[in-house]
């Protein structure tokens, strides 16, 4: 089974600052690594991904992440972020095997101030 | 653009009254899913169609169904609405099992 963790459900910072949003997962298997974003009263849209390869992943709006094996983690970061930056982000995990649903951590409120 | 369509994107229903949301992609995706997210709360997945086969989670209430008619669309049916189902419900795509989902923008439902 699958498990995400994402420890901060609120991130404060100001802009043009960087920004670390954490995620650790636990599984028995391979898995695929997923960041979403979700903006007010919308769906979730993709940042980036991990499905295997090299260990650093960029996505789109300036983010990227690192995926790291033996700490189980995926932490998502930007060096530097704008007010629109300003949403909620979701780390999420499928295994390669089994039913491959997308497992959803808690989510983290990042909030970009001027 | 090839995208996922949720019709309508606010609905608004009376407690015990049935509804249904729908959702069409244009991805030519296998995989449909239909996910609840309350406030401030993860996507919780409903259920899933793999092409036809219809795949329901352990801990769906029985008051949610589910149809995949073709390919491109998949509804959600709420046969007795009650308070407690008010949420975001978000349907997703996948070309695969365990493949990124895209997802749409989302129907909010309110039940009074």
């Known amino acids: 089974a699958q498990s995400v963790t994402q420890l901060d459900s609120q991130v404060p910072v100001f802009e043009e600052a960087p920004v670390e949003l954490r995620c650790n997962y636990s599984?028995?298997?391979?898995?695929?690594l997923f960041w979403y974003v979700q903006y007010p009263n919308q769906g979730l849209q993709l940042l980036l991904k991990?499905?295997?390869?090299?260990?650093l992943v960029k996505g789109i709006n300036g983010f990227e992440a690192e995926f790291n094996k033996s700490q189980t983690s995926f932490h998502l970061r930007k060096p530097s972020v704008h007010i629109s930056d300003t949403a909620e982000y979701f780390c999420?995990?499928?295994?390669?095997?089994?039913?491959?649903?997308?497992?959803f951590g808690t989510g983290t409120r990042l909030t970009v101030i001027p | 653009d090839a995208m996922v369509i949720q019709n309508p994107r606010y609905q608004v229903t009376q407690f015990g009254k049935p509804v249904t949301l729908s959702c069409s992609q244009t991805?030519?995706?296998?995989?449909m899913y239909w996910y609840q997210q309350k406030s401030s709360q993860a996507p919780k997945l409903l259920f899933h169609?793999?092409?036809?086969?219809?795949?329901n989670e352990a801990d769906t209430p029985d008051n949610f169904q589910s149809r995949r008619p073709n390919t491109s669309f998949c509804f959600l049916d709420i046969r007795s609405p009650g308070l407690g189902d008010a949420a975001m419900y978000l349907c997703?795509?996948?070309?695969?099992?365990?493949?990124?989902?895209?997802f749409g923008p989302g129907t909010r439902l309110t039940v009074t």
């Open positions: 169609y793999y092409d036809k086969d219809f795949n």
């Open positions: 599984s028995s298997v391979s898995v695929y």
């Open positions: 991805l030519n995706h296998n995989v």
């Open positions: 997703a795509t996948s070309r695969d099992r365990g493949n990124e989902q895209y």
């Open positions: 991990y499905l295997s390869g090299s260990t």
């Open positions: 999420a995990v499928s295994g390669l095997t089994g039913a491959n649903n997308l497992f």
